[in-house]
């Protein structure tokens, strides 16, 4: 005989069902306080070789639960992800309200976006109107690719075309991703 099963034959000389179905006897609270064995349990019905209905609902809803705590799980990793976010956020707001001057602004931006944020790459460009001519067409080729952030008016998240990225950082090899932008 291996330990194992040694080991094994102990536990059962231990154990039996008759204790357990004792301890439960005694202890009516037990499921109140392990609620989450209540939904594990299979109570199989004595329905010969089929199926019971109850057993496929039982079987479909405790699926579904698991599925909905999987998603609640996730729903509070980004939570928790925003949270941070939000944060760091916060305190570029603050950093950009002390600052003293213009300098400051483009320091505090870079640094921040830099280290709070992760950013493989920074860049601020500043347009003006006299960018454009008076159609509202960008008077530089290279800024024509930005046109449509221009004529939304809302800010712009998402990936970058070549021509984009090109104008923002320059022709210099892309060894990651392309960096996203937000306005």
């Not at 760091?88 to 309200?97: C, G, V």
């Amino acid at each position: 005989m291996t330990d194992t099963q040694a080991s094994d034959a102990v536990a059962d000389d231990l154990i039996d069902e008759a204790d357990v179905a004792a301890f439960l006897r005694d202890d009516a609270e037990f499921f109140e306080r392990h609620p989450d064995l209540l939904t594990s349990l299979r109570l199989p019905h004595a329905s010969g070789g089929t199926v019971s209905l109850v057993e496929r609902q039982m079987d479909a809803l405790r699926g579904e639960a698991a599925q909905l705590k999987q998603q609640i799980r996730d729903l509070v990793l980004l939570a928790r992800d925003n949270e941070e976010l939000n944060q760091r956020l916060h305190q570029l707001t603050l950093a950009l309200i002390d600052a003293v001057d213009f300098g400051d602004v483009i320091t505090l931006l870079e640094d921040h976006l830099h280290d709070q944020f992760r950013a493989d790459a920074v860049e601020l460009k500043l347009f003006s109107t006299t960018d454009l001519d008076e159609h509202g067409e960008a008077t530089d080729p290279e800024l024509a690719a930005f046109l449509d952030f221009f004529e939304r008016n809302n800010p712009v998240c998402g990936p970058l075309s070549e021509k984009q990225l090109d104008y923002l950082f320059g022709t210099k090899p892309r060894t990651s991703a392309p960096p996203r932008c937000c306005r």
